[in-house]
T-cell receptor, first 119, second 112 residues
Framework: GAVVSQHPSRVICKSGTSVKIECRSLDFQATTMFWYRQFPKQSLMLMATSNEGSKATYEQGVEKDKFLINHASLTLSTLTVTSAHPEDSSFYIC???????????????FGPGTRLTVL | SQELEQSPQSLIVQEGKNLTINCTSSKTLYGLYWYKQKYGEGLIFLMM?????EEKSHEKITAKLDEKKQQSSLHITASQPSHAGIYLC????????????FGQGTRLTINP
């Protein structure tokens, strides 16, 4: 149980285009999903927290107009990188926390990640 | 700000040898998590520690949280090629409502 998927796993796009990444909780309901970015040989940096049915909260330094987050249902959150540029190339990972019995308060389940390359 | 410092940053070990990875916090830890990541993949949860002095084991991996709750160590006994990867410690962000902060990771290579 507690599986999180991401789609696509890898995407290459031209500079200036927008890219949408999906994060799904497959067998549980996730009220909160987190989006992280990881540059090569660096740790995960939290970008934003997404709560179902409300606006995402962004970490300091993350442009909310560039990284659009939508959490329309309890199993799906999307991250759209708008007008992508080469410096946006990175590994994007989402995580989700479950609700109800059987889940610890802060137990996060991570997706497999999406590698974005902007040419 | 709350920071986690991992050491060493990289480690090359002969198969069968023991090894230890450390994670030190600038502030008291209220929840400390160890994850393993293979390059280009997501994170695999290993263990969570909350109480000072707590120690947990899973197969050949043991994690400890010191009494002051500012340092954790991950110890692997008789390392195997399957242990290779990046080990990340994460901690509950103080006042962060389920947010986690991560150390920079330790890249472990196991030589046959």
């Amino acid at each position: 149980g507690a599986v999180v998927s991401q789609h696509p796993s890898r995407v290459i796009c031209k500079s200036g285009t927008s890219v949408k990444i999906e994060c799904r909780s497959l067998d549980f309901q996730a009220t909160t999903m987190f989006w992280y970015r990881q540059f090569p040989k660096q740790s995960l940096m939290l970008m934003a927290t997404s709560n179902e049915g409300s606006k995402a909260t962004y970490e300091q330094g993350v442009e909310k107009d560039k990284f659009l987050i939508n959490h329309a249902s309890l199993t799906l959150s999307t991250l759209t990188v708008t007008s992508a540029h080469p410096e946006d190339s990175s590994f994007y990972i989402c995580s989700a926390t479950g609700t109800g019995g059987g889940f610890s308060y802060n137990e996060q389940f991570f997706g497999p990640g999406t590698r974005l390359t902007v040419l | 700000s709350q920071e986690l410092e991992q050491s060493p940053q990289s480690l090359i070990v002969q198969e069968g040898k023991n090894l230890t990875i450390n994670c030190t916090s600038s502030k008291t830890l209220y929840g400390l998590y160890w994850y393993k990541q293979k390059y280009g993949e997501g994170l695999i949860f290993l263990m969570m520690l909350q109480k000072g002095g707590e120690e947990k084991s899973h197969e050949k991996i043991t994690a400890k949280l010191d009494e002051k709750k500012q340092q954790s160590s991950l110890h692997i006994t008789a390392s195997q090629p399957s242990h290779a990867g990046i080990y990340l410690c994460g901690a509950d962000k103080i006042g962060g409502a389920q947010k986690l902060v991560f150390g920079q990771g330790t890249r472990l290579t196991i030589n046959p």
